[in-house]
Nanobody, 121 residues
Framework: VQLQASGGGLVQAGGSLRLSCAAS????????MGWFRQAPGKEREFVAA????????HHADSVKGRFTISRDNIKNMVHLQMNSLKPEDTALYYC???????????????WGQGTQVTVSS
């Protein structure tokens, strides 16, 4: 499956962004979807994940209450609504597709190219 992430940008602290990831090539609803991020000099970290049906979601503690993952299996899209952004949210954000809803990168088979989010203080 091919993944194309978009929606990143520069925003002031306290602002909002909505990331989107468009999937193509295989049956989208066969895959759990995740968002990860990686800041310079740091390891890739889990942000949020959603099950194949969208009925189950997981969010990292650092974003819980501020970020919300969702998916649209008709439009083959997954979104990450990010509110109350903080400078520490600055990173390259990746969407990923895999067989299970997990918090580690390795089970995800397919990755998008990343979209940059920069939050200024």
């Amino acid at each position: 499956v091919q993944l194309q992430a978009s929606g990143g940008g520069l925003v002031q602290a306290g602002g909002s962004l909505r990331l989107s990831c468009a999937a193509s090539g295989r049956t989208f609803s066969n895959y759990a979807m995740g968002w990860f991020r990686q800041a310079p000099g740091k390891e890739r970290e889990f942000v949020a994940a959603i099950s194949r049906s969208g009925g189950s979601t997981h969010h990292a503690d650092s974003v819980k209450g501020r970020f919300t993952i969702s998916r649209d299996n008709i439009k083959n899209m997954v979104h990450l609504q990010m509110n109350s952004l903080k400078p520490e949210d600055t990173a390259l954000y990746y969407c990923a597709a895999g067989p299970l809803i997990v918090r580690t990168p390795s089970p995800y088979e397919y990755w998008g190219q990343g979209t940059q989010v920069t939050v200024s203080s």
